[in-house]
């Protein structure tokens, strides 16, 4: 610190030894007289106008400027692309919205498709074959009541040559549904 005599004395010198904050960040400031730092403390102008003139200061100042200069130009620009940018706004909300009635015109069409095919399903298929075979039989015992009935408009060996071709495709079926169920029945 300086000594309580070079304060006192006007044109004095703070001592260049001296490592606090302003002599590290303003060492020009810190050089200054008393008269001087007593002026800077009570005019802000003066302060303004000593710190502002600082290179640090112009520096910062010069800086400010080319990153204004810069923004503007960038305003510019953004200015200038403006309306491509509200085309393209107004082309991906078009676009948006077809995508999602495509996407809700792909679910309807995929259902109806699904029921379509339902239909054909191994498990569809397999019901109906099982209700064919439960026919087939069905038209076996028909056959057999009438033949017993005496409603048979043949001989018995037209309906023994009947009988065996409906009792042959029964157990055909009853065959391939055992085949099913025991999974040997590759679905495509």
Not at 45 to 68: C, E, I, R, S, W
Not at 138 to 150: R, T
Request: glycine share 2%.
């Amino acid at each position: 610190m300086a000594s309580a005599a070079s304060l006192a004395q006007p044109g004095a010198r703070q001592d260049p030894h001296i490592n606090d904050q302003l002599a590290r960040d303003f060492p020009d400031a810190a050089n200054l007289p008393r008269e001087d730092m007593q002026l800077l403390l009570e005019d802000p102008a003066y302060f303004d106008a000593y710190f502002n003139t600082m290179p640090q200061a112009t520096a910062y100042h010069d800086a400010v400027q080319l990153k204004m200069r810069d923004n503007l130009e960038l305003a510019q620009k953004s200015e200038a692309i403006k309306p491509d940018l509200e085309r393209l706004r107004e082309d991906t909300a078009r676009l948006f919205n077809e995508a999602n009635d495509l996407k809700q015109r792909w679910a309807y069409l995929d259902e109806a498709q699904r029921a379509a095919y339902r239909r054909f399903s191994q498990q569809a298929q397999q019901a109906r074959y099982r209700a064919a075979t439960t026919q087939q039989e069905h038209l076996s015992d028909s056959l057999v009541a009438a033949f017993l009935a005496g409603d048979n408009d043949g001989d018995d060996e037209s309906f023994v040559k009947q009988y065996r071709e409906v009792r042959k495709l029964y157990h055909k079926r009853q065959v391939g549904l055992a085949k099913w169920d025991e999974g040997n029945v590759v679905w495509m």
